[in-house]
């Protein structure tokens, strides 16, 4: 980042930049999203329906696993309440980042929560890390093109479902994990990264291996932070 | 299920989903200033998260997850997530064609 540039040139700046961010990880959504679109019309679903689905609950895993109980015929709180499983992690995500947004407006802040998805979350996270600051404009460069590509390509999926080859044949059904697997990589400097990513994988594996999926999402976060915070100094006991 | 139960469906799942994503924000800044243990615990959020989503499927998914997984996580070090996925996905084609053939 050139510190010499003037202060409207960063901002300008900085949306293009944010943008330019996102491109890394969009690849990896755009299969994601054009998949969820050719599924959903399998599932049943009128075009219109799967893309106000990506366009408002805009969290691709637990729209899977909508479908998926769907499938099974399983009644509409069953489903509500798998999905707020898998979804639970943005509670802690919505904590973490909101750190960050002390330049956001009240209205801004509202719309970076809605536009808050994984890898968002992760890039912002990293972005306020390295340069000790998260700007507006930046998030939203970086947010608005995950989420336009995420919406062209259900609208793509919708359309042309049936070009969608096995996704197991081409190894579609991996690019997830991997793609997790690469946000993940990126925080691998900061503190307690071993202790903290060991918990969280022992955690995941005894949920999974007991209740099942998707509760290894919740212990297996749980096991982590408890690490974190265990490994934490704690402050003498003055003040609060 | 019908079509007017499916779109309030997808309409309460989207209530939720957006209530999880504001939610985490709005209960913590009733706690400012932060005890050094929760910021330890906010600072551990993407490590904790993203291990436990992905742990499953690398560790209980089979051989040629694993592998490839492990290629990925190799190329990680090196590389932006776009060749992590590629070349877990080569990897993990290579090796299903392998194993199936």
Redesign the interface.
Known sequence: MDTGALPHETVRGDALAGGLASL??L??IAPFGMLYGALAINA???PW?AW??SA????GA?QYL?LEM?GQSLS?PA??LA??AI?????????????H?GQFSRVQ??LA??L?V?PV??AG?QRARRTGTLGTRWYFGYALAVYAVWMLFNVLGTTFGALVPDP?S???D???????????????A????AP??G???L???GM??TLG?PW??????????A???W?????PASG? | ?S?T???L??????V???L??????L???RFT?????????????????????????????GPA?LI??LV??AV??RA???W??VC???V??VL?GLTTG
Not at chain 1, 87 to 99: D, E, K, Q, T
Not at chain 2, 20 to 25: F, K, L
Not at chain 2, 33 to 60: M, N
């Open positions: 890394t990880i690849p990896a049943g679903f009128e329906q106000l689905a408002t609950i805009y969290a637990s909508m769907l509409p489903i509500l999905m707020l979804n639970f992690r943005h509670v802690l995500y919505s904590a973490a980042l909101g750190r947004l802040k509202a929560f809605g808050m994984d979350f992760a996270e197991a081409w190894g579609l991996y690019v997830l994990p991997l793609y997790f697997l690469g946000l993940l990589m990126g925080f691998r900061s503190a307690g990264f903290v990513l918990a969280a994988v955690g995941s594996i999974h291996l999926a290894h999402i919740l212990g297996g976060s749980l096991a982590g932070l690490v974190a915070v490994r934490a100094p704690s402050r609060s | 299920m079509d139960g499916l779109t469906l997808i309409l309460a799942a989207a939720m989903a957006y999880t994503r504001i939610g985490g924000h209960i913590l800044v200033p932060l005890h050094p243990r929760v910021e330890a615990a906010l600072e551990a959020v993407p490590i904790a998260v993203l291990g436990a989503l992905i742990a499953p499927a690398i560790l209980l998914g997850e490839a997984s990925a996580g990680a070090l932006s997530t776009v992590v996925i877990g996905i080569v993990l084609v299903r």
